[in-house]
C-alpha cells in the first residue's frame, strides 16, 4: 500500500521545512510556493480529514493552528491569516492526511480572502431546512 506522505514526513522519511513541532503536531511549508509563506498543519496521528478525526486530534490540531497564526503576526510582520481546508475529493482534498493551510496576510497583498463561487441556486430558506441541525 502506497504511504501517505504527511505520515512520511512526521517520521522523517521526506524531508520538509518545519516551523513548529510538538508531541501531537507539525507545522511545515507548503512546497506549492504559489504564496510566500504558505504553511500547513497538521497532527501526527493519521486521520484522514476533519470528517473522521476524533476530537482530541481536532483540539492539538486547532491549538497548534493558532499558536503558529498569532507566531505570524506576532513575530513574523503579517498583520492577519486566512485559514483553509478541504475535506474530501469532492472539496478540492489532494492529500489524504487532515491538514489545515495557513496563509499569512498583510493588508493590500492582493491576495483573495475568499474562494469566489459563482452564486447560490436555492433559497436561504430551502438551504437552511436541508443543513439545520436544530429541531423545526
Ligand atoms: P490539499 O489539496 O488541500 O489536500 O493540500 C495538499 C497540499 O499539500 C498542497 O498544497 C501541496 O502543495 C502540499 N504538499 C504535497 N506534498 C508536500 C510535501 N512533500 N511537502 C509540503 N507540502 C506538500
Ligand atoms: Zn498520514
Known amino acids: ?21 510538538d508531541e501531537h503536531t507539525l507545522s511545515f511549508l507548503d512546497i506549492a510556493k504559489d504564496v510566500d509563506g504558505h504553511l500547513l498543519v497538521i497532527p501526527k496521528k493519521h486521520v484522514t480529514n476533519l470528517l473522521d478525526a476524533d476530537e482530541n486530534t481536532v483540539h492539538h490540531l486547532m491549538d497548534t493552528v493558532k499558536k503558529v497564526a498569532n507566531h505570524c503576526v506576532s513575530d513574523c510582520g503579517y498583520e492577519g491569516v486566512n485559514m483553509l481546508n478541504a475535506n474530501h475529493q469532492c472539496a478540492g482534498q489532494s492529500v489524504f492526511h487532515l491538514h489545515i493551510h495557513l496563509i499569512p496576510r498583510k493588508t493590500g497583498d492582493a491576495l483573495p480572502g475568499f474562494p469566489k463561487y459563482s452564486g447560490a441556486q436555492h433559497s436561504l430558506e430551502e438551504m437552511h431546512a436541508r443543513l439545520t441541525m436544530l429541531k423545526q
Open 1 to 21: 500500500m502506497e504511504e501517505c506522505i504527511f505520515c512520511q514526513i512526521i517520521k522523517g522519511e521526506i524531508p520538509c521545512m518545519k516551523i513548529y513541532e
